[in-house]
């Protein structure tokens, strides 16, 4: 025996212009029939919450499912799947579609090469495919959006799922953003860790999804916007705590890659704290309470 529920959707083409559309939301469980052999056009997520099966891909190879576990099906790909007969699994599948589906891939969070991946948890992608559930009831008119919305949600739950990444992160990415404001060149950062340049490059594409220049470049341009937007501090000097001593140059980075110079960006934020800065990440669900001013003396 076993137990579907499935709803399909029809995205309009302007829809799809948000990048990534969902196609279709499902939530099996039990001695599921046998899908396939297929192909398909578009991507499919199933993730196998308990359980255990088994798949073959492209390679013809028949593997064992066991749950934890996520199934990539690609467009263009051939696919055969079931759940074995005498345990049955609890499965949830999302089919979606898009232009960002090509980013999402060269980041390395859809893996056409690795159908198969053992997951540490579902719980984060089922919560993604919670919301998606919700959103399907009947005459919801925002569908289409919060569908979509939460196939991105979905990508990366799914990425921090992995079970070959560790609930606090990639080791190597920890410490390159802990020294990201130190000026290393790459092959030092690389020498730190001890790895070749093209070590640690492959480890960042593999974690990050990037570059390890791009992946500093970020932090230490992150970090550039916020002593920028809430400090007095001058430019020559945040570029210094960042990690850049030479000023220029860090105005010529910043304005190439964040599109204004460091200066303009200032002032178009126009929200200095200086004294008030905190690193201490504020709880949403319990903001802090602001006590009334007294009138001035």
């Not at 995205?11 to 196609?23: A, D, I, K, M, N």
């Amino acid at each position: 025996m076993y137990h579907t529920w499935m709803r399909f959707f029809t995205p309009s083409p302007l829809h799809h212009r948000l990048g990534l559309v969902c196609l279709g939301v499902g939530l099996q469980h039990g001695a599921l029939p046998t899908v396939g052999p297929r192909t398909l056009d578009h991507h499919v997520a199933v993730v196998i919450n308990s359980g255990s099966g088994w798949f073959i891909g492209a390679d013809g190879r028949r593997v064992p499912v066991i749950a934890p576990s996520l199934i990539w099906l690609t467009p263009g790909t051939p696919h055969h799947y079931g759940a074995d007969p005498g345990t049955g699994w609890d499965e949830s599948f999302v089919d979606f579609t898009g232009p960002a589906t090509a980013t999402y891939t060269e980041l390395g969070y859809i893996e056409p090469d690795r159908p198969l991946v053992p997951l540490a948890d579902t719980a984060g992608p089922r919560a993604a495919v919670g919301r998606m559930v919700r959103a399907a009831r009947r005459g919801n008119p925002l569908l289409e959006v919060e569908t979509g919305a939460a196939v991105h949600e979905l990508l990366v739950a799914l990425r921090r799922a992995r079970a070959d990444v560790s609930p606090d992160g990639d080791p190597v990415l920890q410490a390159l953003a802990r020294d990201a404001f130190q000026p290393l060149s790459v092959a030092e950062h690389a020498a730190r860790h001890g790895m070749t340049p093209a070590e640690l490059r492959t480890a960042v594409r593999r974690g990050a999804g990037c570059s390890p220049k791009d992946y500093l470049l970020g932090i230490r341009l992150g970090r550039a916007k916020e002593l920028l937007a809430a400090t007095d501090l001058p430019v020559a000097a945040v570029a210094r705590r960042v990690g850049y001593d030479d000023p220029a140059y860090f105005s010529r980075l910043f304005a190439r890659r964040v599109g204004t110079a460091p200066v303009r960006f200032r002032d178009q934020q126009g929200r200095s704290v200086p004294g008030g800065w905190s690193d201490q990440v504020p709880d949403p669900e319990h903001p802090p309470t602001i006590t009334p001013l007294g009138p001035a003396l």
